[in-house]
């Protein structure tokens, strides 16, 4: 039991000691600006959210729009 905790204990310090050296010096965590909030809330989990965010900074590049009657076209 003793070993266990010890071996826990050991890990957890080595993984903060890794975390603290690899963490970047200046932390900017202000506020972000409203039209950037506003961006990204619009970019948000939502039901089709891909209208407002495919080709924006905020958006996945990967995602592609294809409307339904090219899809019908091709089968």
Not at 19 to 40: Q, R
Request: contains cysteine.
């Amino acid at each position: 039991m003793l070993k266990t905790i010890t071996a826990v204990l050991s890990a957890a310090a080595i993984a903060a000691m890794v975390t603290l050296i690899s963490a970047p010096s200046p932390v900017d965590a202000g506020p972000m600006a409203k039209p950037v909030e506003t961006a990204m809330r619009s970019c948000a989990n939502q039901p089709w959210p891909y209208l407002h965010c495919v080709g924006t900074q905020f958006g996945s590049p990967k995602v592609r729009l294809v409307s339904s009657e090219r899809i019908t076209a091709a089968q």
